[in-house]
């Protein structure tokens, strides 16, 4: 397992932007792949974002694709979501994990604290 400190995050008005980080403990995060899920009150956690473990491969939800961006570096232990264009949607308690390349948050073993996004209209 590793341990997954989230930053980023916040109150934002729509159109902007925002860049959330998770900074991953241990030597084997290389070896993982990451994911980015939210939830909003209410709702299920859902899928938003994933990337395999060298980077080379990524998979969007559609609501987000196109508007974020997911990417890593494993010299720094570190996976990252780029949000831009946030709508008021968007609002949620974001999450990262790591586990396998796949969209069903049960396939991911290791999971952050979460970091709220807020996005006002």
């Known amino acids: 397992q590793v341990q997954l400190v989230k930053s980023g995050g916040g109150l934002v008005q729509a159109g902007g932007s925002l860049r959330l980080s998770c900074a991953a403990s241990?030597?084997?995060?290389?070896?993982?792949?990451m994911g980015w899920f939210r939830q909003a009150p209410g709702k299920e956690r859902e899928f938003v974002a994933v990337?395999?473990?060298?980077?080379?491969?990524?998979a969007y939800a559609d609501s987000v694709e196109g508007r974020f961006t997911i990417s890593r570096d494993n010299a720094k232990n570190t996976v990252y979501l780029q949000i831009n264009s946030l709508k008021p949607e968007d609002t949620a308690v974001y999450y990262c994990?790591?586990?396998?390349?796949?969209?069903?948050?049960?396939?991911?073993?290791?999971w952050g604290q979460g970091t709220q996004v807020t996005v006002s209209s």
């Open positions: 990337i395999g473990q060298s980077g080379g491969s990524t």
């Open positions: 241990g030597r084997t995060f290389s070896s993982y792949t």
């Open positions: 994990a790591a586990g396998r390349y796949s969209g069903d948050p049960a396939d991911f073993s290791s």
